[in-house]
């Protein structure tokens, strides 16, 4: 089945960049027809989408993020990233990857299981 | 942005009773609206798509209704391993949240 998995630094300084990567496994991302996103939850809070992906590297952000995310693709790599900079510790948050449940569909499933990051000098 | 408003915040429920867990819309979003569980230190798990739809393994005691800007998840006899957080989730105009149902026991 398939299969998502979050990967990079648990902390991060503030006013540096965070960047995670979401690896897959069970499909391929360049087959399409799915969006990837990243969403985060503050601890004790609820869930935030922050952006989303096509395997053609199109991308769509919420809008409080435009400013300062990037989210890339790398298919050969069967992954793909999130870069949010100038953070801050309002920017603590376990961080999600997920995969559309299906195309279109504007929901998710399956999530990755989450990596808590940290904001703190 | 369309604004997700859950209630109650906190659901006390004994076992083998039913829940009734809202979700409301700041504009409509006709059936756009799916429902996730999450237990501690997991990730949200997909329970109901199209505002009715059960996930695949869902079980039937799951059920949701509702359309536009009123949505409601419905636990119909809840078991040990229905106690968690419940969100709400519109995909009608971007993707945005409820802030969330915490059910637990009574």
């Known amino acids: 089945q398939v299969q998502l998995q979050e990967s990079g630094p648990g902390l991060v300084k503030p006013l540096e960049m965070l960047s995670l990567t979401c690896g897959v496994s069970g499909t391929f991302i360049s087959s399409g027809g799915y969006v990837w996103s990243w969403i985060r939850q503050h601890p004790g809070k609820g869930l935030e989408w922050i952006g989303y992906?096509?395997?053609?590297?199109?991308?769509s952000y919420n809008a409080p993020f435009k400013r300062r995310v990037m989210i890339s693709v790398d298919t050969s790599k069967n992954q793909f990233s999130l870069k949010l900079s100038s953070v801050t510790a309002a920017d603590t948050a376990v961080y999600f990857c997920?995969?559309?449940?299906?195309?279109?569909?504007?929901?998710?499933?399956?999530w990755g299981q989450g990596l808590l990051v940290t904001v703190s000098s | 942005e369309i604004v997700m408003t859950q209630s109650p915040a906190t659901l006390s429920v004994s076992p083998g009773e039913r829940a009734t867990l809202s979700c409301r819309a700041s504009q409509s979003v006709s059936s756009n609206l799916a429902w996730y569980q999450q237990k501690a230190g997991q990730a949200p798990r997909l329970l109901m798509y199209g505002a009715s739809t059960r996930a695949t393994g869902i079980p039937a005691r799951f059920s949701g209704s509702g359309s536009g800007t009123e949505f409601t998840l419905t636990i119909s006899s809840l078991q040990s391993e229905d106690f968690a957080l419940y969100y709400c989730q519109q995909y009608k105009n971007w993707l945005s949240f409820g802030g969330g149902t915490k059910v637990e026991i009574k």
């Open positions: 997920a995969r559309e449940a299906s195309t279109g569909a504007g929901y998710f499933d399956p």
């Open positions: 992906i096509y395997h053609s590297g199109t991308t």
